[in-house]
């Protein structure tokens, strides 16, 4: 299968703190027309917006689907030999509520992931090597019926690169 072939059915998420400074928020809200626009012209089955905490704890018991999500992410990562770093992390903090450090897991501003079929095929922002890919990037590969980043594809693009999604 060509990278601009589709078999089945495609859903994109967007993954949105939930509190933005306001350049970002304004990011955020192009982001979501361009989701919307692919979804209306049938690029896309569904596109959904979500939104998720800055970090939470890694142990926490309630916040389950927000690691498991993150876990999700990772295995894609370790599978194409990509990572999700600097944009996630993971970071000993401490607890506002009870004051004892934790590990807790950071998560970026903006993520963007790509379903086909029902399997995850890609997040986006992602690095591999020194080439990083953004949440912009992985629209744009979606625009042209792709949901390899331009660079796995062989394209280039000499646009100057958003900094969306970079984990503080």
């Known amino acids: ?41 049938d690029e896309l089955e569904a596109a959904a917006v979500h939104t998720w905490d800055k970090r939470i704890e890694r142990g926490d018991s309630v916040q389950t689907s927000a690691r498991d999500r993150y876990a ?32 807790w897991i950071v998560y970026p501003a903006l993520c963007l992931a790509v379903y086909e079929d ?23 590969a979606l625009a042209s019926e792709s949901t390899e980043a331009p660079a796995e594809s062989g394209e280039t693009d000499d646009r100057e690169r958003l900094a969306v999604g970079r984990a503080d």
């Open 1 to 41: 299968m060509t990278p601009t072939e589709r078999t089945g059915d495609r859903r994109a998420e967007l993954y949105v703190r939930d509190s933005l400074p306001k350049p970002a928020a304004r990011q955020c809200d192009r982001l979501t027309d361009r989701l919307t626009d692919l979804e209306a012209e």
């Open 72 to 103: 999700e992410f990772e295995a894609w990562a370790a599978d194409r030999g990509v990572s999700l770093r600097p944009f996630f992390g993971t970071r000993e903090c401490y607890s506002m509520e009870t004051g004892e450090k934790g590990d």
């Open 118 to 140: 029902g399997d995850l095929a890609s997040v986006f922002p992602h690095a591999d090597g020194d080439d990083f890919r953004s949440v912009l990037d992985g629209i744009d």
